[in-house]
């Protein structure tokens, strides 16, 4: 009887350059069918660094959200092996105590109108 491997994916690995062509015409259609939301939110890198920089983060779930003026932002949130939130993770202090910190969900990014989902 032969065996079949299921190989598990790395969190690490998920994601690929997928070029310039196919992530405009991704762009397009999402624009297309959603033309109230012609915009990018942008985040910038210091933000990624600290997120992926949490115990146990091998990478970062974008997860959309509304922010307090109504228009859909990116919520960012790292995630374990497991695909798991890190919502808190245990630090020890300079003096040997154990203590949860709050993980870190990042968003407040720019909202940026020009150019996003226009036509060329």
């Given at each position: 009887m032969q065996k079949e491997l299921q190989q598990k994916t790395q969190i690490e690995e998920i994601g690929r350059h997928i070029g310039f062509e196919a992530g405009e015409e991704m762009v397009k259609r999402f624009f297309d069918?959603?033309?109230?939301e012609a915009f990018a939110n942008i985040l910038g890198k210091n933000l990624f660094a600290?997120?992926?920089a949490q115990p146990g983060c091998v990478g970062i779930a974008i997860v959309p959200g509304y922010n307090s003026a109504g228009i859909r932002q990116s919520v960012l949130v790292g995630v374990d092996a497991n695909k798991k939130p890190i919502l808190e993770y245990t630090v020890v202090t300079a003096t040997g105590e154990m203590i949860l910190e709050e993980g870190m969900i990042g968003d407040?990014?720019?909202?940026?109108?020009?150019g996003w989902g226009a036509a060329k």
């Open positions: 069918k959603n033309p109230e600290k997120i992926l407040d990014g720019a909202v940026v109108h020009d």
